[in-house]
T-cell receptor, first 114, second 113 residues
Framework: DAGVTQSPTHLIKTRGQQVTLRCSPK?????VSWYQQALGQGPQFIFQ???????QRGNFPDRFSGHQFPNYSSELNVNALLLGDSALYLC?????????????FGDGTRLSIL | GENVEQHPSTLSVQEGDSAVIKCTYS??????FPWYKQELGKGPQLIID?????GEKKDQRIAVTLNKTAKHFSLHITETQPEDSAVYFC????????????FGKGTMLLVSP
């Protein structure tokens, strides 16, 4: 049973560029949440997708956007990259239907901005 | 919004000792409290969780306790082993599957042989 998978594992960009990160949820999960984890900190919620719509959003600017596809996979897009966007980006999947389930995380994408 | 405080930030124990990590939360509507273990280069892995209608939950060497009145919950690891060394995060949310998780800043646990 495959868990949450994210790609790429590492990415290096320069300021002003844009980036797309990808996530495939755990089998049977229909909800995808994205988190940003700065070095030495706990993950911070960015937004959550369910039924291909953004359902909840944390305190992040609209340079951060996302998408969910019919197969439940998801993308996180960040435009106009800043040095402060350097972080580990984590995807978590869960299931809303059929009873509540905990959120399971992937291993993340390490994004470095030069 | 929710705010989660976690202590201590680092914890060093000898193999076989017990380790306790404590968290407090601010939102009285929070009713789901998971604990995650994060090893170097990996994502957080759920190790145990508790809902507000339960005061304590155990799974082998790991236990979590919850005091809703005081708004705090704790992780207890008994008979620690070197492979328990990792960063541990507590979190709180209003529902488990689709509510946002608010995390503490983490505790680095080091278990020495």
């Amino acid at each position: 049973d495959a868990g949450v998978t994210q790609s790429p594992t590492h990415l290096i960009k320069t300021r002003g560029q844009q980036v797309t990160l990808r996530c495939s949820p755990k089998s049977g999960h229909d909800t995808v949440s994205w988190y940003q984890q700065a070095l030495g900190q706990g993950p911070q919620f960015i937004f959550q997708y369910y039924e291909e719509e953004e359902r909840q959003r944390g305190n992040f600017p609209d340079r951060f956007s996302g998408h969910q596809f019919p197969n439940y996979s998801s993308e996180l897009n960040v435009n106009a990259l800043l040095l402060g966007d350097s972080a580990l980006y984590l995807c978590a999947s869960s299931r809303r239907t059929g009873g509540e389930q905990p959120q399971h995380f992937g291993d993340g994408t390490r994004l470095s901005i030069l | 919004g929710e705010n989660v405080e976690q202590h201590p930030s680092t914890l060093s124990v000898q193999e076989g000792d017990s380790a306790v990590i404590k968290c407090t939360y601010s939102d009285s509507a929070s009713n789901y409290f998971p604990w995650y273990k994060q090893e170097l280069g990996k994502g957080p892995q759920l190790i145990i969780d508790i809902r507000s209608n339960v005061g304590e939950k155990k799974d082998q060497r790991i236990a979590v306790t919850l005091n809703k009145t005081a708004k705090h919950f704790s992780l207890h690891i008994t008979e620690t082993q070197p492979e328990d060394s990792a960063v541990y995060f507590c979190a709180a949310s209003r529902r488990s599957g689709y509510s946002t998780l608010t995390f503490g800043k983490g505790t680095m646990l080091l278990v020495s042989p």
